[in-house]
């Protein structure tokens, strides 16, 4: 059995991993999920968001058997979280997420996506520290695939992303390169495209690199599939350890 950890993506929470969660401990595991500061039920202001507070977050809920699962902005605290502590966790899954390089920041990360697709998508706070999603553009960039009843439940959930986190470029070094990593690639995905996520999934050894057809959503879109395929990464990890 293992211990999954699900962090999520911008404007969301723990609750978006609704669907996801009760179909890996059908497999065996135990599974969780964590609201990031200023998302869900935390109630951090905005203004005091920052990467270091994110990282915090996930290194807070971390156990070293803990295989944590991000999903795109969660890919950068939880690699935040590797490079502060490798040994606070057993390995790193990005489901349509982040990998960051070196120094750079995510902003500067989705600035070097070979298309840009979110722009005409986000309106900034009149402050301009957090952001939304425009709401008619909220099903076609997350969950065209999804269910019907997702968009509501998600409608009634998402929250602005405070920015300060994002524009936070985050130096990697050994520490983090160490940490045993797996990517699933959403093939349908409207929100990172799917062949920037195939260049990111590249810091994975080939065995865990995987693709799933779906969405930016597959936590919503495909559920047991995407319970499958980590209930596979995480026999490979074991099997590697061996």
């Known amino acids: 059995m293992a211990d999954f950890l699900f962090v999520h993506g911008s404007c969301h929470g723990a609750w978006c991993w609704r669907d996801l969660i009760p179909a890996?401990?059908?497999?065996?595991?135990?599974?969780?999920?964590?609201?990031?500061?200023?998302?869900g039920a935390d109630p951090t202001p905005i203004a005091d968001v920052t990467l270091d507070s994110c990282r915090d977050a996930v290194l807070a809920?971390?156990?070293?058997?803990?295989?944590?699962?991000?999903?795109?902005?969660g890919g950068y605290p939880i690699s935040a979280a590797a490079e502060?502590?490798?040994?606070?966790?057993?390995?790193?899954?990005?489901?349509?997420?982040?990998?960051?390089?070196?120094?750079?920041?995510?902003?500067?990360?989705r600035k070097l996506s070979p298309r840009q697709t979110i722009h005409e998508a986000v309106e900034k706070s009149t402050d301009g520290l957090s952001y939304?999603?425009?709401?008619?553009?909220?099903?076609?960039?997350?969950?065209?695939?999804?269910?019907?009843?997702?968009?509501?439940?998600?409608?009634?959930?998402?929250?602005p992303q405070a920015i300060a986190p994002q524009d936070t470029p985050l130096p990697t070094s050994d520490r983090f390169a160490g940490v045993p990593k797996a990517y699933i690639r959403a093939t349908?995905?409207?929100?990172?495209?799917?062949?920037?996520?195939?260049?990111?999934?590249?810091?994975?050894?080939?065995?865990?690199?995987?693709t799933i057809d779906s969405s930016h959503s597959?936590?919503?879109?495909?559920?047991?599939?995407?319970?499958?395929?980590?209930?596979k990464i995480e026999k490979d990890l074991a099997g590697s350890q061996v």
């Open 61 to 73: 809920a971390s156990k070293p058997q803990t295989i944590i699962v991000g999903h795109s902005w």
């Open 24 to 39: 890996v401990e059908a497999l065996g595991h135990s599974a969780r999920a964590i609201d990031l500061p200023s998302h």
């Open 84 to 109: 502060a502590a490798p040994n606070a966790m057993r390995a790193l899954i990005y489901v349509a997420a982040y990998v960051p390089q070196d120094g750079l920041s995510m902003v500067e990360m």
């Open 188 to 210: 349908d995905d409207h929100t990172i495209p799917t062949e920037y996520q195939a260049q990111m999934s590249l810091t994975a050894p080939e065995a865990m690199r995987h």
């Open 218 to 231: 597959p936590f919503f879109a495909q559920p047991q599939k995407l319970a499958d395929l980590l209930d």
């Open 132 to 159: 939304t999603v425009k709401p008619d553009m909220v099903w076609d960039l997350f969950y065209h695939d999804c269910p019907p009843d997702v968009l509501p439940y998600a409608f009634a959930r998402l929250c």
